[in-house]
């Protein structure tokens, strides 16, 4: 178990001890006074919060998901500046490199396969690959799910562009990245031929893994280093900025990959993103059908 962790930062002393005091109390099984009578809460965590409903629709999207548990809210002990949840069993994915090829792959299938979902289903994401928000419990198998602070929505007209150069990236079609990225004005079209190569040698780079139908070994890749050696060209030679939606996207992005990689995970990945593809196009299909 994982104890509750509290922020100090903003907080004044009053708010700090009392918080503690509140944990205390309930870990031990002592009856809150804002509960009705008979109700107990057990080890709660306090963590942020920015709305008591910030955990709310990832645990109503991902309600058919057997393998990730959100954490529900205890309402009555929440506030403006406090959200109680129940506390999850288990311990963040820092410490799960010692665990077996076979769970660590599980582990990474699924927070892969989760980001594809958010962004590609949902269009909702939780944008912080923070190890300490994914808890791993070696009992049930399961990993929680926790700070929803950094969660945004994406407009369709984005993703509609951005996993098409996805797509170009997984068909290795250097012409067709280019032309995409120019669609989602990740370019002007007027760049030199030196920022041109190193922007489709980057995506190229990042979309190695749901290019290959072998199993994609994270642990032996060099994914950071080339992206780093491309960032000087890339700085230097840029015209516009990118797509806002990118930053908090690739964030996330580079950290489940960054995951993937510290548990040394092998997966084959590119049926997970051809079904995430189809899947989406087949719902694009459904939404216009059922307008029209």
Known sequence: MCGPCLPLEGWDWCEWALARLTVALLVRGAQSPSLPAGQRVSQPSLLPLTSVTDAVPHRELLVDEPYF?????????????????????????????????????????????????E???????????????????????KVSLLDFGATREFDKTFTDKYIEVIRSAADQDREAVLN??????????????????????????????????????????????????????MLHHRLTPPP?????????????????????????????FEEAYNQYWRRSRGQREAGG
């Open 69 to 117: 548990n959100v954490p529900s809210v205890i309402k009555e002990l929440s506030s403006k500046r406090v959200l109680t949840t129940e506390l999850v069993p288990g311990f963040p994915l820092d410490k799960a490199e010692a665990l077996d090829q076979e769970t660590r792959n599980e582990i990474c299938a699924n927070i892969l396969r989760l980001c594809l979902r």
């Open 119 to 141: 962004l590609f289903e949902f269009q909702y994401m939780q944008t912080d690959p923070n190890w300490s928000n994914f808890f791993f419990d070696p009992v049930s198998r």
């Open 180 to 233: 995409k990225s120019i669609q989602l004005k990740f370019l002007t079209g007027f760049e030199t031929k030196v920022m041109k190569e190193a922007h489709i040698e980057a995506v190229m780079i990042l979309g190695e893994a749901f290019s290959s139908s072998e199993p994609f070994d994270f642990g032996s890749q060099t994914t950071t280093w080339r992206i780093h050696d491309i960032l000087p060209i």
């Open 244 to 272: 806002e939606e990118t930053y908090s996207l690739h964030r996330k992005m580079a950290g489940t990959f960054l995951i993937c990689s510290k548990l040394r995970a092998c997966l084959p990945c590119q049926p997970m």
